[in-house]
């Protein structure tokens, strides 16, 4: 995050003004609750309120004046692990929610960041360009890696991402989104949200085609396992499962076996937390049963 401006500075008088004139728009007054509190968060003005963000990395030395979440929040429980190099925190309103800060090491990290752009984010999981564009089978990074390895070799041309080309009879997509708010899912209402309609976006008839390292820097998200439909902000059982990749599977499954569960659901607040199938917990076989189905990779763009 950047360093909070000064009061008096001209860039602090120019950050209010324009944050004034943004909360006039219709579009501000319509927010839901997840879109206010992201906006709210990515603002660099005013800066966000972080007395209630837990921020276990925030260090001093390190980060100076910028801006810092807090380390003591009364809602931070240490959890126990198997793995003594391996620190797990919960968040004691949230039953069942383990944070592990630093899991991964260096080098674990760069590998998963490279096995991301390769081998997640293409056919078959979706991602954000698909609506759009004609994106290769291979991947967006392959066919990237594969022109940077050529061009200056034999002036190879840059490949063109092509658009998908608006079917007659369907509306265009406009400039304006419709945000949607569900109410939160649960036991009760899960047949209810399965049941909506999940109508595909339609393509956009204003992008152009863009050369593979132009759009490369547009790609947002990806899909893994089963495909979450933006639009109405639930996932699509009815469709088949995409396989989560291996990767993925052996680090989220690690995680698993690493966690003392019987730390986190001391006290009963399993039991307290909603049904379980079979009518009780069955947390003590996670380590051997567990396989993820569903996640969503984003990807940040250096701004």
Known sequence: MPTPLHLDSAAYKKAQKLHKKSKKTQASEN????????????????????????????DSELHGNAWKGSKDSTELARIRCHNEETNAYGIRSLPGFVLLPGYLSPKAQRQLIRSTLTDHAKYPNENNLDTHYQVPQDGLWVTWEAYNQTRNVDDSEEPIVSVKGVQEGTSQQGSMRELTENTPASVSNFAELQAMER??????????????????????????????????????????????PLDVVDICRACVATVDWRDVWKYGADLESGEWEGNKPDWSDWPQTFVPEAGIVNFYQLK
């Open 31 to 58: 927010l839901p609750a997840l879109r206010e509190q992201e906006k709210t968060f990515k603002t660099n003005f005013p800066p966000p309120p972080l007395d209630d963000v837990i921020d276990l990395s925030w």
């Open 199 to 244: 109508v595909a976006p339609p393509p956009s008839a204003t992008v152009q085609p863009l050369p593979i390292s132009k759009i490369l820097k547009k790609l947002r998200w990806s899909n893994l396992g089963y495909f979450y439909h933006w639009g109405t902000k639930s996932y699509q059982f009815d469709r088949s499962l995409t396989p989560v």
